[in-house]
């Protein structure tokens, strides 16, 4: 059964990676996974790394490995701003295994409760994200 559609923007700081409209979006926020219909209540949260999936239709999903960042949605328009989203066919999996592994090197490095070690437990997490989405 179709569903109503809706526009979607999502937005890195390279530039727009996707705008059109779709029936559902489904991702992950800092309190667990959410997907939208059209008509939402409104809605702004924090994203953690993960798969993206923005369905066409039942049979048509574009999708994306999502870093961490924001999503909006209000007045029936959704607005994913995230430092990255990647197509799974354009993930490289030798150079996110070597990133992977200097995250878990930098945070043996780093002591509790330093900027350092905040950030090596964030590339952690993306880029075990980005491996999960692109196997």
Do not use: C, W
Request: no cysteine; hydrophobic share 40%; proline share 4%.
């Amino acid at each position: 059964m179709a569903r109503s559609k809706f526009p979607v923007e999502v937005l890195t700081p390279e530039g727009e990676v996707f705008s059109d409209e779709v029936e559902m979006l489904s991702t992950r926020t800092v309190v667990g996974s959410i997907g939208v219909l059209a008509h939402h209540e409104p809605v702004l949260a924090r994203l953690e790394p993960t798969e993206l999936r923005l369905y066409r239709s039942d049979s048509e999903i574009v999708r994306f490995a999502q870093a961490e960042g924001y999503l909006q949605f209000a007045e029936n328009r959704a607005l994913v701003l995230v430092e990255e989203a990647i197509a799974p066919d354009e993930l490289d999996r030798a150079t996110l295994e070597s990133k992977l592994a200097e995250a878990r090197a930098a945070l043996e490095r780093a002591e509790e409760g330093t900027e350092q070690r905040a950030r090596a437990e964030r590339d952690l997490r993306r880029y075990e994200a980005f491996l999960s989405v692109g196997h």
